[in-house]
């Protein structure tokens, strides 16, 4: 079984740039879909972006579309979130996801693989 876990929040300000990095353990993403999604407290929780194992496709939610870049290395160890021209309104707990058979790769329902979260908060 494939475990996740995220790295790489933190503390920055508005325009700034952030990576976040989802490292696997237990086995790689090969052939999995993978996928973005963050919280705020008492909030719901939304969808950020995803991408198929070959990349065939990749969504990105409206919010963050043109500023943050999803991708994975060449191994199946790594997914990254790169997040540009970052805002107050992006400051939430960051999650990782992973699912070998999807149907609706921007539900949350659809994952079944999940990290602990890295907190992203950006100051005005």
């Known amino acids: 079984q494939v475990r996740l876990a995220e790295s790489g929040g933190g503390l920055v300000q508005t325009g700034d740039s952030l990576r976040l990095s989802c490292g696997t353990s237990?086995?790689?993403?090969?052939?999995?879909?993978m996928a973005w999604f963050r919280q705020v407290p008492g909030k719901e929780l939304e969808f950020v972006a995803s991408?198929?194992?070959?990349?065939?496709?990749?969504y990105y939610s409206d919010s963050v579309k043109g500023r943050f870049t999803i991708s994975r290395d060449s191994v199946g160890k790594t997914l990254y979130l790169q997040m540009d021209a970052l805002k107050p309104e992006d400051t939430a707990v960051y999650y990782c996801?992973?699912?070998?058979?999807?149907?609706?790769?921007?539900?949350?329902?659809?994952?079944?693989?999940w990290g602990q979260g890295t907190q992203v908060t950006v100051s005005s």
């Open positions: 996801a992973a699912s070998q058979i999807i149907d609706d790769a921007t539900n949350e329902g659809d994952y079944d693989v």
């Open positions: 991408r198929s194992w070959k990349g065939s496709w990749i």
């Open positions: 237990g086995g790689t993403f090969g052939g999995y879909a």
